[in-house]
């Protein structure tokens, strides 16, 4: 009998196989029989304990720049994180506390500390800080293996081929090394759609759901299964109906995303001739090294949290001036949008955020900080302008405030950046720099009709956006899925908001992850939305989405999805 178990979409794609499920020692750090033998047997000497720590550490440290260059920028991103967690004080001296003072063996201070650290972030219950804990235990693992206590962890490099892969949870390092030819999906009974495994899985183009429950490893009966990465859904022992249906579809996904492929480079422009441009969001430079193969055009969000990160004071304006000099470059002189720093929430900085908040989704967040901070916004507004200057002047540069979530924030931001820009001198030879805000929180949608009014353009953040519009918290694994930009009334917003720029005759973009689904950019567009900014890899076959839809269509999907009682709803409106 087929039963279907829900969980959360964290890798889109449709993955069809015979199940392998994946008992490893999962993310424990046991010791094999033989490492107990020969820890009992060694004989003790703090200081060789140490030599061999530092010695296993610098090895890891090899590794992990090694894995970073084998893979795909976003492995890069993830291995580069771990090197700095590996470089991390707090792990070297407990490590050296527990040799030391503590008298343990390298191999028992190093496991002692990964789990204690691994246990700080479990025990936030927060989904995205579990997701950490996991990065902790993959570093702690490299770790024991260099000192010679390797972990047991199953047998993953033994997949047959075209396999559902179904297991409680996977290391970065993990699903970076997993045959690719043989993983058709992979169901997961816990982690989360931001976890790096999820994040590494959508760059691999690995169907992925998680947050399954632990209840579905014991669903040992099923031999089929079908994973689909749109839904969320894990189909266990499916019918002969189901199956039809589903590899339909696959050959579907095939056929368009080659097709998408094929046409990057040609204009998105809907069957009546409607042009709609098609933007790409990228965190770094790596993001944005394939710009020009993806065919999209230009840079829709930049998000710059990463500038300001991992240092004990902020960058320069010449450091930044530098970095948005060197993306506007990769743009090929088509649009370039900055985000002003967007700290606070789910992105603390050590040396500027709040850490006694109890919310910091509703507390001092985004252009909340920076107000309380003007310096900050000033500095970055003239790394913004300086760039600027030496761009070409048919170039578009945005400059978006994240977080707005009044009138009057608009307004002091707007007086402050008048004030940088009349400052830096208005001899403005190079690309003109326009101002606009994030809408993503529900006071700001409201009040779209002021704001644009006050702006060059307006952007729509879905992802803080349907958390605040659902009460959901994004990162919290039990609430995420509510969590749904595509609920009507998160789109009843969007719709509100595309409508007010369109008053003021400006440009109104949507850059949360929802642009990013295909399916939904007709009713994007139908909503009034006039610009998208999605991940690198999904701009082709956005780009086709619009060609294949009228405005007509469009339209008419946008009023009956605002007419839906649920997420679900619209969900089915858009594969029917
Ligand atoms: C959003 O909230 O939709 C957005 C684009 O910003 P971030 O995901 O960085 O919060
Ligand atoms: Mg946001």
Known sequence: MSAAYQGLPAAPGIGMGAIYLHRGRELELEYSTSTVISLARAPFNPQTEWERFLHAKKLVDQQLMEMGTSLNHVAADIFAMHRLILSDVTLTDSVRIAIHEEGRSAISATRRTILDMAQVFQELDDAYFAGRATDIIDIGRRLLTFLGAPIETGRLSELPPGSILLTEDLTPSEI??????????????????????????????????????????EESRAQQAIVDGYSGQLILSPSPEQLARYQAQQIRDADRSA?????????????????????????????????????????????????????????????????????????????LTIRALDAGGDKPLEYLTHRDEYNPFLGVRGLRLLLSHPAILADQFRAVLLAAQTLAPEM???????????????????????????????AQTGARVRIGPLIEVPSAALMAQQLAGMADFLSIGTNDLAQYVLASDRTNSRVAGMADALHPSVLQLVERTAHAAKNFYIPVSLCGELGGNAQAAPLLLGLGVSELSVPLPAAPLIKQAIRETDLFHAHQLAESALRCRSAEEVRTLLEG
């Not at 994040?199 to 209840?215: D, K, N």
């Not at 069957?271 to 990228?282: F, S």
Request: with cysteine; aromatic share 4%; hydrophobic share 45%.
């Open 176 to 217: 970076a090394t997993l045959p690719v030819a043989a993983v058709a999906g992979i169901a997961l009974a816990r982690s989360t759609p931001t976890a790096h495994t999820s994040i590494l899985a959508r760059s691999l183009g690995f169907p992925l759901v998680c947050g399954l429950g632990t209840a579905i490893l």
């Open 259 to 335: 097709e998408a492929v094929r046409r990057a480079h040609e204009p998105a422009v809907t069957l009546d001739g409607l042009k709609m441009p098609v933007y790409i969001n990228a965190n770094t430079t790596d993001d944005v090294a394939a710009l020009g193969e993806s065919g999209a055009d230009g840079i829709g969000l930049l998000r710059t949290e990463y500038l300001f990160q991992n240092r004990n004071e902020p960058p320069t304006v010449d450091e930044q001036c530098a970095i948005y000099t060197a993306f506007a470059r990769q743009t090929d002189n088509r649009l």
């Open 396 to 426: 578009e540069v945005r400059f978006m405030l994240p977080m707005v979530s009044t009138l009057t924030e608009m307004e002091q931001a707007r007086k402050l950046l008048d004030q940088v820009r009349a400052d830096a001198g208005t």
